[in-house]
């Protein structure tokens, strides 16, 4: 008789196997992930606190406010897709290191903007330096956990930017009641949290591994279960797709616009209310910055829990673009809300808002990640968030301009209100699955390729 059969009903130990490396990944690598994208956050929003300071020590109004505030995400999207390339060449550990110290740098070296062209160069140069961090996390996730599990991952990791949020607004208002050494409040705030994100890439060196081969924390067994099952899973999705086909004529695909526009709507929902929601506490009453800050904490607070809920509902019943389309709906509804109303109703309309959009950007992810071919899903994911992160120029710039000309950012909040229906009603077009080989680009999948030009053609390393 064999005693080491596996008892019927039992789970295979080569899935035990599995689950243990899941569950090891889960506590060491999500971790630092969110305390990474938390300081990330704080540094890219931070300046949502100090634009009465910049105006009255610099003179920087609200349409210049608005611009610079915008330009980060100029410097992002320019410089995105070939961080994420370079990502793939020189491996996560090196190059999410030195994406984390760059940023750092360049987010202290805002202490010291002089006048509106400095302060434009330095937004800009912050989103040159910060470009490729998040789509490299995603791909990294992709490299790293099977499918069925990133989703879940996705939503703890976006968590960081709504605990950010909720951070940012009493540390910064903390931070820019301190005077001295020469240096006004908003300049210390911007050494220090620059400081901090500089501090934190030597963990990150320390921890991070590129790939799961490299794992040591991981046992052998573990390792050879997870990459089996990455591998497996990367080989169904490219037997999707013809053999040799070039990064730029993937990119054609409809698809890829169709989900560039929809992350764009929910990155213009969101950073309309990231850097503009200061503002709107202030109307509400006479309130130090450490008080805005803490008032600004709310709407995030009420998010997490609404990621959460999302992402149990949606792991539940699976049906992935229902449960997009239904938050960005509640995104919508309260943004329309906040147009119509007086400070206080609209600062709770935000509240509700901010339910949907923040939900909207973690269940988007999984559309595209199980969409995509792995081999170029690195610079396609960075084109997505680069394009999409394009509402972060937008949102500001509009507002900013719109408040300087007639007072009030009513039209901007209904703008956005539109942007995210149309959006809902679209991400039903969107697919969650790579379509069969041969499929048309124009019915949404991968682009026709002509056998004598897919010789030449090569993915990017």
């Known amino acids: 008789m064999n005693t080491s059969a596996t008892p019927a009903g039992a789970p295979e130990p080569a899935n035990l196997t599995l689950t243990a490396a899941v569950g090891k990944i889960k506590w060491r690598i999500l971790p630092l992930f969110v305390v990474m994208f938390i300081v990330n956050y704080i540094d890219r929003v931070n300046i949502g606190f100090v634009r009465a300071h910049l105006a009255a020590d610099l003179g920087i109004g609200a349409a210049a406010f608005g611009l610079g505030a915008g330009l980060f995400f100029v410097g992002y999207a320019v410089f995105e897709v070939p961080s994420n390339i370079l990502l793939q060449r020189y491996g996560a ?83 820019l009641l301190i005077e001295g050494g020469g240096l006004r409040g908003w300049q210390w705030m911007f050494l220090i949290e620059g400081g901090a994100s500089m501090a934190l890439c030597f963990v990150v060196w320390f921890l991070l591994d590129s790939a799961p081969r490299d794992a040591k924390w991981l046992t052998p067994e573990q390792r050879q279960a997870l990459v089996a099952v990455i591998d497996a899973e990367q080989e169904q999705r490219a037997a999707s797709r013809p053999a040799h086909v070039s990064a730029f004529t993937l990119l054609r695909d409809p698809q890829i616009v169709l989900f560039c526009f929809i992350y764009f709507a929910i990155q213009l929902t969101i950073y309309g209310a990231t850097f503009w929601l200061p503002t709107i506490i202030k109307k509400m009453g006479h309130f130090n910055d450490f008080q805005v800050g803490l008032f600004n904490s709310i709407p995030w607070i009420v998010s997490i829990a609404a990621m959460y809920a999302f992402a149990v509902l949606a792991g539940r019943f699976r049906k992935q673009q229902f449960w997009v389309a239904l938050t960005l709906l509640i995104s919508a509804v309260g943004m329309a809300v906040s147009a119509r109303s007086g400070p206080v109703v609209g600062f709770v309309a935000v509240c509700f808002a901010g339910i949907g959009f923040k939900a909207a950007s973690s269940l988007f992810w999984p559309i595209p990640q199980g969409y995509l071919d792995g081999r170029i899903a690195a610079a396609v994911l960075a084109l997505i968030n680069s394009l999409g992160n394009l509402g972060g120029f937008f949102a500001p710039a509009t507002f900013g301009y719109l408040e300087q000309k007639t007072g009030s950012i009513q039209g901007g909040l209904y703008a956005l209100s539109i942007a995210s229906v149309a959006a809902a009603v679209l991400v039903f077009l969107a697919r969650t699955r790579p379509a069969p080989q041969g499929g048309s680009g124009s019915a949404g999948g991968s682009p026709a390729v002509p056998g004598d030009a897919k010789a030449r053609m090569k993915l990017p390393a």
């Open 93 to 175: 550990k090196a190059w999410l290191t030195r994406i984390m110290f760059t940023w750092g740098l360049v987010a202290a070296c805002m202490a010291f903007v002089q006048s509106e062209s400095s302060f434009y160069f330095m937004r800009f140069l912050l989103g040159v330096a910060e470009a490729g961090f998040f789509p490299g996390v995603v791909y990294y996730f992709t490299q790293w956990l099977p499918n069925h599990e990133r989703g879940r991952a996705m939503a703890v990791f976006l968590s960081g930017s709504a605990i950010a949020s909720i951070l940012s607004g009493p540390i910064t208002g903390a931070l």
